[in-house]
Structure formats: C-alpha cells, structure tokens
C-alpha cells in the first residue's frame, strides 16, 4: 500500500547554521516553519565562545523568529585552546548551552579559532564527561595532506577511537556522518554516541559534484562519497535505530561566494530539508519510520522533552523557490525549482 500522506510529532534539527544579521533573518523562517527546535552551530565569524555571546546570539534568534512559531534555539559553545572547563561547566547549568561544538582548527568554514590538538582540551573532555554533556564533533581531520576523500575516516581511526577510549563516559555526536564505516562507529557504541544524518549526503554522491561540470551549490563539508556510501546512510536514517537523528547542516552562503574562485563549503537546505527526508524514506520504503529519525531520537539523545505540535506531509508535487533574495545578492536552495515529490501540508 503507498502512503500518500503521515503526520508526525514535530521535528528537531539537531545541526543547523543559521548565520546573524541580514541572512538570519531571511534563513530562519525556513526553518521555524518546519522544526521545532534546533541545535544552532557556533561558527560565526565571531564564534560562539562564551555564555555572553551565547546569550545575545540566541535574543538575536528569538527576535529574527516570526511571531507565529514556538521556536527554541538550542545553543553550543564552540571550543577553542582556551575554553575553560568553568565556562562550560556553568553554562551548561545555566541551560545557555545544550553541547559543544569540536572543529579541528581550519576543517571547515570559520573553523580558523578551532582546537589545535585535542591534547590541549583534555580538561574540557574531563569535565564533559563529568557533567553529562554532549561533544559535537565535525569528524575530519584538519591536516590538508591527506586526500579529502579520506579525511573522516582518518579522524575515527587517528581521533575519535582513541578519545572514545579515554573518556568512556563521554557523550558524542558525530555530525554529518557521510561514510559506511563512521556507521559502523556509531553503531557499535551507541548509545553514548550518535550521529546527524543531513539530506544532501543522502541524495547526492561525489559525482554529482562534477555533472556536467563543477556544481558549487552541492559543495560541502565533509564532501559528499562515493555512492555506497550514500546508500549506507540511506539504510542506517531510516532503520529507526535511536543512534540516527536529524541535523540537516543548512548552511547558507551568498551565491557571490558559492560561485566565486574559491567556493566555501556549505549548502543551504532548510527550504526543502523535511520535504526531502520524507522522500527518501518513502523511497525506502520506511516512512513509518521518520518520526523516530525525525522527532524522537535526537530529543532523547539530548534529554529533552519531546516536541508536542505535529507537521503533515503528504505525496504532492511541488516546487520550493529556487534562490532567497538577500540585498542585491541571494542564497541558492538545495533542490530550490525542482517538483519535489513532498510537500509539508500544515504544521499544528
Ligand atoms: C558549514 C558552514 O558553512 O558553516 N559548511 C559545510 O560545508 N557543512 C560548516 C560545517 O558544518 O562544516
Ligand atoms: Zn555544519
């Protein structure tokens, strides 16, 4: 039988960038139409370093929000050599900040304040450990010599194995997890670890970076792998197994950047990001599976209470702007003019 239509309880996106200023305030409602709460990343340009910056850039959230959605940002601190266990330890009690984010020094955009060694930080692993707080991990190593293709699965073997060893109380999310092995990572040590499936590692492989020539808008961080690789992650999000959760990494930049001499990594899928993981577990053949990926497992990761509204998706064709305007600039959306096989009906 094809189900046509399925209301779920209302979803988190546990990974999200949503930039300040002129493109937050077009970006969000993207999101706040779709989920209920998100795991905001901190990589500012300015990162999100401190309980004070936390604070601002989560009122600069809340006052950007349209008025008619609930919606909670859920904030992390982005570490660097000099976080201090104190900071992290308070506004983690403080409830300023659910996580925080591990970028190896120059792995990804604005990652330039990033951790140098992981050495350097034990006393924040220590004390994460202690006070139960998860470490958000963007899982490639940050050394250029090594094939880019390579870089996650050298951070598991070299990084992750070893860190998981000495802290093994340790909370962990691995974001964005693009290969079969980083699954199997995953899955032999959960439930103390998780990872954050995004929709575009789910629908394109490293060739349709290069159809019919260089394509900037599916350029990304970590880069998209070969295509056993993107059915492997088809298999583990909709398995309904609690280790899997949402985190659509949208990650907007301006079209003048994307399309430039040197293109940044990150692409801007909150527009079409439910629409498009409802298509792929109907592809699966698991849509009674989404809920689970969608709504459930991130929050009982995080320990939150589940979300109480629902969102109704249903089988009906529709197109989804192609580019946001932002100044005389604009922002491309993933799969933006495409028919789109779902559509997101109402939102209770
Ligand atoms: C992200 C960004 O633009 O902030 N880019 C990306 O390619 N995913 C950073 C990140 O999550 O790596
Ligand atoms: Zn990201």
């Known amino acids: 039988m094809t189900i046509n239509s399925i209301t779920i309880r209302k979803p988190d996106d546990c990974h999200l960038h949503l930039r300040d200023d002129s493109i937050l305030r077009v970006v969000l409602p993207y999101t706040v139409s779709q989920f209920a709460r ?3 990343m901190p990589n500012l340009v300015t990162p999100i370093t401190t309980i004070s910056l936390a604070e601002s850039y989560r009122n600069e959230i809340l006052t950007s929000c349209p008025g008619e959605f609930d919606f909670h940002p859920l904030m992390t601190c982005y570490l660097t050599d000099m976080t201090t266990p104190k900071e992290i330890e308070f506004g983690f009690f403080e409830n300023v900040w659910v996580a925080a984010k591990l970028y190896p020094i120059g792995v990804t955009t604005n990652s330039n304040q990033g951790v140098t060694d992981l050495i350097k930080i034990a006393p924040i692993f220590e004390c994460m450990e202690k006070i139960g707080m998860p470490l958000l ?5 940050a050394n250029s010599d090594i094939d880019i293709f390579d870089r996650e699965a050298v951070f598991m073997e070299n990084s992750l194995l070893p860190l998981l060893k000495r802290y093994q109380g340790l909370k962990i999310v691995l974001e964005h997890i693009t290969t079969n092995e980083t699954i199997d990572i995953v899955r032999k040590y959960a439930p103390r670890i998780a990872g ?7 629908m394109l492989n490293r060739t349709s970076l290069f159809q019919g020539g260089f394509q900037p808008h599916h350029y990304c961080l970590p880069i998209a792998k070969r295509e056993y690789h993107r059915l492997a992650l088809r298999k583990a999000a909709t398995s309904g197994e609690s280790c899997f959760f949402i985190g659509t990494d ?5 079209r003048s950047i994307k399309e430039s001499s040197c293109c940044s990594a990150g692409i801007f899928v909150a527009a079409t990001a439910l629409q498009s993981y409802a298509q792929i577990f109907a592809e699966e053949c698991a849509l009674n599976q989404l809920e689970a990926f969608a709504s459930l497992n991130g929050a009982r990761f995080y320990g939150l209470p589940l979300n109480k509204g629902t969102v109704t998706l249903e089988q009906n064709p529709s197109r989804v702007l192609k580019t946001i305007t932002i100044g005389d600039d604009e922002i491309v959306v993933f799969r933006g003019g495409e028919l789109i096989p779902w559509s997101i009906k109402n939102n209770k």
Do not use: F, N, Q, W
């Open 38 to 40: 998100a795991v905001i």
């Open 137 to 141: 991990i963007h899982g490639e190593t």
């Open 196 to 202: 954050t499936i995004t929709p575009h590692h789910m």
């Open 250 to 254: 949208s990650a907007p930049h301006l």
